[in-house]
């Protein structure tokens, strides 16, 4: 009777969390603690290259293509004035924090889940990124302070939000705004109509191969096909059940992050984080 493998040396979410410069993990991975000894092994390889600037970058300019396809097919029916009439100066100040802190996670858990879904096909994938490691900055400083409290999936409108997105749980962005129930309901009313714009459906599948063909410019080369895997003492149901759930994340999270960028237009939040333009 064959013994199963070791337990791993699994990195906590804090570490995680702080890898991307985030109060909380990405649910990617979260969901991936169900696969201990696959995170164990691709983990390392993944924080070496969220560390870098330049994967940092590539998350944002992911941000900004989705600015440019949101904008050009949504025109929000509330404003920034209406939401603080209605929520209060502190209640959207707390908002627009946490919309913050997942307009720089999800284009990141993106890029990495979408590193994770080339490796599986190739013999490696990754090793052309630059090695320049990212520094701190206040924005980071501000996203650490910031709490983020994820409702539980069955809370107000979030079964329907599953539902609708055809997921088993409504995902992070719409737990984490669920704070402000008025606001959740009110969003939620015109962003599930927002699939029926052929742009924005188009939008979102580019950001889905935008962030696979960049998995080359991870920083260091990752190895995790299936050979890989079981050579490296993996378990195959844990290959299957990893792969899944990867091939599930990518997709949601590009459409996520066009949907926090619709919420943060909402709040009048019109600037570029890389292609910048002068007035």
């Known amino acids: 009777m064959t013994s199963p493998p070791p337990t791993p040396a699994v990195p906590d979410r804090d570490t995680v ?4 410069r985030s109060p909380i993990e990405p649910e990617l991975f979260d969901h991936l603690r169900e696969t201990p000894h696959y995170l164990a092994h691709v983990w390392p390889v993944l924080e070496t290259s969220i560390d870098t600037a330049g994967f940092l970058g ?5 941000a900004d293509m989705a600015l440019d396809a949101v904008e050009a097919v949504y025109q929000p029916l509330l404003d920034r004035a209406a939401l603080e009439a209605a929520l209060g100066a502190d209640d959207l ?5 946490t919309l913050d802190v997942f307009h720089y996670l999800q284009p990141q858990a993106l890029l990495a889940g979408a590193a994770l879904a080339e490796a599986f096909d190739r013999p490696r994938v990754g090793g052309q990124g630059r090695v320049e490691p990212r520094e ?7 996203h650490l302070a910031t709490t983020i409290e994820l409702a539980s999936p069955a809370a107000g409108p ?3 939000v599953a539902a609708t997105l055809q997921l088993s749980e409504s995902p992070q962005l719409y737990r984490a705004v669920a704070g402000w129930p008025a606001y959740l309901e009110a969003s939620w009313d015109e962003l599930q109509h927002l699939a029926a714009y052929p742009d924005f459906r188009r939008r979102g599948r580019a950001l889905y191969y935008y ?3 960049g998995a080359k410019f991870l920083a260091q080369p990752l190895e995790a096909n299936e050979p890989a895997l079981a050579a490296a003492g993996v378990p195959a149901e844990e290959i299957a059940r990893a792969r899944a759930i990867v091939d599930a994340a ?3 999270l590009a459409t996520m992050t ?5 919420m943060r237009l909402t709040l009048g939040h019109h600037e570029r984080e890389v292609v910048r333009t002068e007035p």
């Open 250 to 252: 990518v997709p949601m």
């Open 17 to 20: 969390a702080a890898a991307f």
């Open 158 to 160: 979030l079964a329907d």
């Open 211 to 213: 962030a696979r063909s």
């Open 136 to 142: 701190p900055t206040p924005r980071d400083a501000a």
């Open 258 to 262: 066009m949907h926090c960028t619709a």
């Open 58 to 62: 590539s998350a944002l300019y992911l």
């Open 93 to 97: 100040a707390r908002l627009d924090r």
